[in-house]
């Protein structure tokens, strides 16, 4: 029979029920692997559910440092019965089967091309722990255990792990230790090892730090200043709003009064959240929420009165499958359209991209920034697959001279002076507006803060020519945006290339896997990742200078595409779309075959003959 | 009402307040509401109120939803901000002003469509989590710039201007934000500024959530025969609990009571609220009792009047989330940004 046999890349999938302790166990086993030196990536497929679903932890292998979903599994470690069925499909022919074998399985349960290793778990567990609960507990224990011997992990990361994870809790490090020697022990005498797939020490992963993306942008929002938070419970941005409250309580307690120098509330429902987020950054204090489409939908009323009326606001949405009943614990790109353009009357909304958590740190504080300085909402569009899987990122950054762009305030001394102040006065051409806090000035500065119905100093009027300046204005200030948001990445091909790639967000580890094979199969191709809406001269200059782009998304409808073609005029016929949307997170695989398969069925030929344009 | 710009000069006798302010100086733009409308009335009082109490204007954030009530913002108080927020959700937006800024005083205006219909949960909630401000809701019972609908505060019985009887109970609205925990509950009528006034006064003193539910007819489309919400109608049956004066910290002032027939309460501020009681059982301090004496007597077809509900030991929204004292709109990168040095260690901690 064939076998599998890789050294630092394979893909190995862990089934489990929700529920039984597993996630912490699987989190063990990738960290141990990373602490060898070689990168991984692990990606949480769980159900909307707490106890009792199926639920599964993917963790790619992978030396190069490719961190995108491969798509295939080598090693299944098949914990629950549920979905064996199915879990067993999964295993590429010659890949290996770990089960607990302390009930026996009917034989005609397994296939014949992979490699079966069982392990009686259960009855181990049982011989050793009383409680039920640990029973279970360290059951996940013992198979990282046994894993250990079979992938040949060393035992002292994972040991060094434990050590970290329960310092001061010595109730609970030792008999954690024991359960991991208790895998290790029986899978040595007992197992044939070591297997086809391997780990070997390497040094791949070097400063690089691992969490996930909502961790990130919750400490991205604590850097950049944000004081209030107005957040509602919705998969999978929760964790967000939770992380923010996490990195507050050990950064923003004044030391001397024990006093917050945050104030997050937990409203009602979006609607609050965002009129919370608006009411305070009117009033001067920088304020977000996280949240995911369905919220976004909610808060479309007042997005629009944000737009109109001119209020800061940071709303990160976490995407997810649509609609509210649809794939909450699933990742897509689907929310674009119903961002870049939320709300009734002429809307148009900044968004930003982030491709991994030190993006999402970055992105944070830039839209922070960002909506004080154009007086509008932000969007910061990640999504499930960077929110709440764990990744191997670049450290975090900070200058310390770095200082906060509140943008433009007019104080009570430049009142004083005589400034004039008309609060939707376009004094620098730039679109932008003079806005003052309320209780700035005693005579001066005060004014009512209404929609659409207003002249340029913010007086009641329904004149066509005063909503006309506004609206023109607005325009501007939009324009001004292209040049303030983060600017696209360009990766150009070794050789001139005519035929370009725009892609963007999560989708980015398995494109910049991808071209690394395409150029293989002689595809030359010049790739542009797209940081922000609205789209600057570079994105204009990239889709012009390439005869057909294709746009990479994680959606059905081909979102950024339409953005491009309505945005910029650009005939439709030169932009290809090559999109995924199944809930999974994209692969390379995926991306390689589509795109050559295009690139075929069009008959492009992708060298550039003759000048470069 | 009118087009016409009201003329800035002013009578130069008209008394000026601790600050300098003549009552002049606590407008705002004319009123563009019907002739006569209760609302314009509860303006006068609002601006009666803030120049008495020599408050600066522009430490008062005005925030509103929308509807007629809500526009009345624009009529009182203009070198205050302002802000016409979107139907019903007045109440979010006055919570994040004041998680922001602690220091301005917050006042609310609503009507009973925004807040006893579309934003019926917002005011639910504003009141559960003791935003510190003074929500203000100008009750007539009806949609006036849609022209006559019924509202969810509407008397089960009362006729519509076409003489059609409303079918569904209503939302009192009083009741309601004392279940949901405001710490300061009153009601009074838009043709009672003797009662209203002082009432405005005892609300901004106070610490914590208060909601004054105002009647104010609508002429336009609620104040005829049938209508619970008809000048005539809340004459014929108000009845006052009590009637406030509020005492500055200047000496007790000594008007004669009879034994028993007021009862003085401190406000955080200092000030004292004297109630002189119109019902001698009344106790403005006893939650459940005061919901019992609603209900009953709107059952009797009373608008029962008067500081409803007192919370003399009541905390906000900001001693809840333990906030510093330093609004937070006033903190800066030093306060707010914990620097590289923290960020390193945080790296190494994700490694």
Known sequence: MKSITATNDFVIKFANVNGSGSASANELFAKSILRMGVPVSPRNIFPSNIQGLPTWYEVRVNEAGWLGRRGGVDLMVAMNPQTWDNDLKEIETGGYLFYDNSKEVAPEKFRDDIHVIGMPLTSLCNASYGDPRQRQLFKNIIYIGALSILLEIEEEAIAQLIAEQYKGKEKLLTPNLNALKIGRDYARENLQHPIGLRVRRADNVGDKIFLDGNMAAALGCVYGGASVCAWYPITPSSSLAEAFQRYCSKFRVDPETQQNRYAIVQAEDEIAAIGIVMGAGWNGARAFTATSGPGVSLMTEFLGLAYFAEIPATIINVQRGGPSTGMPTRTQQADLIACAYASHGDTKHVLLFPEDPTECFEHAVAALDLADRLQTPIFVMTDLDIGMNQRLCEPFSWDDSRTFDRGKVMTREMLDAGRDFGRYLDVDGDGIPYRTYPGTHPTMGGYFTRGTTKNARATYSEAGPDYLYNMQRLQRKFDTAKTLVPQPVLRKASTPARTGVIYYGSTSPAMAEAIGELEARGLVLDLLRVRAFPFGEPVVDFVSSHDEVFVVEQNRDGQLRTMLINELGVDPARVIPILHYDGTPITARFITQAISEMMRALHIDARKTGKVA | ?351
């Open chain 2, 1 to 351: 009402m009118t087009y016409l710009a009201k003329p800035r000069l002013h009578h130069p006798s008209l008394p000026h307040n601790a600050l300098g302010y003549t009552r002049r100086d606590y407008e705002g733009r004319i009123s563009t509401l019907c002739a006569g409308c209760g609302h314009d009335s509860i303006s006068a009082a609002i601006i009666q109120a803030c120049w008495e109490l020599d408050i600066e204007p522009h430490r008062v954030a005005k925030l509103s939803g929308i509807g007629c009530s809500s526009k009345t913002p624009d009529y009182f108080l203009g070198n205050s901000h302002g802000f016409n927020t979107v139907h019903g959700r007045m109440p979010s937006v006055l919570t994040g002003a004041n998680l922001a800024n602690r220091a301005l005083l917050y006042l609310g205006v609503s009507g009973d469509g925004d807040s006893a219909s579309i934003g019926l949960g917002q005011f639910a909630h504003v009141m559960r989590r003791g935003v510190n401000m003074v929500y203000i809701l100008e009750n007539n019972g009806v949609y006036g710039l849609t022209k006559g609908q019924f509202s969810a505060t509407a008397d089960k019985g009362s006729a519509s201007k076409k003489g059609v009887a409303n079918a569904d109970s209503p939302i009192d609205t009083a009741s309601l934000a004392l279940l949901m925990g405001a710490t300061f509950v009153a009601r009074s009528f838009s043709g009672d500024k003797g009662q209203l006034v002082p009432m405005i006064k005892a609300a901004i003193g106070h610490q914590g959530a208060a909601f004054i539910d105002v009647v104010s007819p609508c002429l336009a489309f609620n104040n005829h025969p049938g209508s619970t919400k008809s000048y005539d109608y809340v004459r014929d049956h108000n009845e006052a609990v009590n009637f406030l004066d509020i005492i500055e910290g200047r000496p007790e002032i000594t008007t004669d009571y009879a034994a028993g027939t007021s009862v003085d309460v401190v406000q955080h501020d200092g000030t004292i609220i004297r109630l002189r009681k119109a019902a001698a059982d009344y106790d403005a301090t006893d939650k459940v009792s005061a919901m019992n004496y609603i209900q009953k007597h709107h059952a009797l077809g009373e608008v029962v009047t008067g500081l409803l509900y007192i919370d003399n030991q009541s905390t906000d929204i900001h001693a809840n989330l333990n906030t510093v004292a330093t609004p937070l709109n006033a903190l800066t990168e030093k306060e707010l940004c914990p620097g590289s040095a923290a960020l390193a260690k945080l790296n190494a901690s994700l490694r």
